[in-house]
């Protein structure tokens, strides 16, 4: 064993490391952490870190709970829209999902009655709009997955409204390719087009 790495205020899935509390009899080194639902626990760096562990153990009984209710209301587990919801709550829920950063890790989050329950997503979908050549995307990329901020989309709008925050320099200042097509008054799959294609957005003449 060499060094131990220090864990202290480390922060995984809503739970902190508060202090190295000793360690275990694999010589292991445990730290004492702070639940996201409030309770203390000890567990070793090791488990923190690939992820086995991820919370006081609440988490676990949550997302069995869930699926057992799952289980008993609805048969939709291989279901497109069924994945659509298990790749939601990867991004925002499971640190050792690839695009974790992105989501849970920017503090994206779903709102309560879905995460609790697939049957209100599914409510929500049905009456929304879903369809199986669309995707969830969310209006405003800061705010969760929440009924006021979610639609359905096909895949053009998806990179649309995905490129539109990207940015390019625009008269000396770095702004999104979206203000750039208000500012200068061009379509925005011209300015998108143009941005793709490497051209200098810079000097781009003001139309209006
Ligand atoms: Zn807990």
């Not at 869930?66 to 709550?89: E, F, Q, S």
């Not at 929440?146 to 200042?173: H, L, M, Y």
């Amino acid at each position: 064993m060499g060094t131990v790495k220090n864990m202290r205020g480390h922060r995984f899935n809503g739970c902190e490391v508060l202090k190295r509390s000793g360690t275990n009899s694999d010589k292991r080194a445990k730290w004492l952490c702070k639940c996201r639902c409030g309770n203390i626990f000890e567990v070793t760096g090791k488990s923190i870190r690939n992820g086995h562990v991820k919370s006081c153990g609440c988490y676990r009984k949550e997302v069995t709970k869930r699926r057992g209710k799952k289980n008993a209301t609805h048969g939709d587990t291989n279901t497109r829209l069924y994945n659509i919801y298990r790749g939601m709550k990867q991004r925002c829920y499971y640190t050792n999902s690839h695009n974790y950063e992105r989501y849970g890790g920017s503090g994206i989050k779903i709102c309560k009655e879905w995460l609790d329950d697939f049957s209100n997503f599914k409510k929500w979908a049905i009456t929304n709009g879903y369809d199986e050549n669309l995707s969830i995307d969310r209006i405003n990329n800061k705010k969760g997955y929440e009924p006021n901020n979610c639609r359905w989309v096909d895949a053009k709008t998806q990179t649309r409204n995905r490129s539109i925050t990207k940015r390019a320099v625009f008269q000396g200042r770095l702004i999104t390719l979206g203000e750039i097509s208000e500012i200068t008054g061009m379509s925005f799959s011209k300015v998108h087009y143009m941005y793709k294609q490497g051209k200098n957005l810079d000097a781009t003449k003001i139309r209006k």
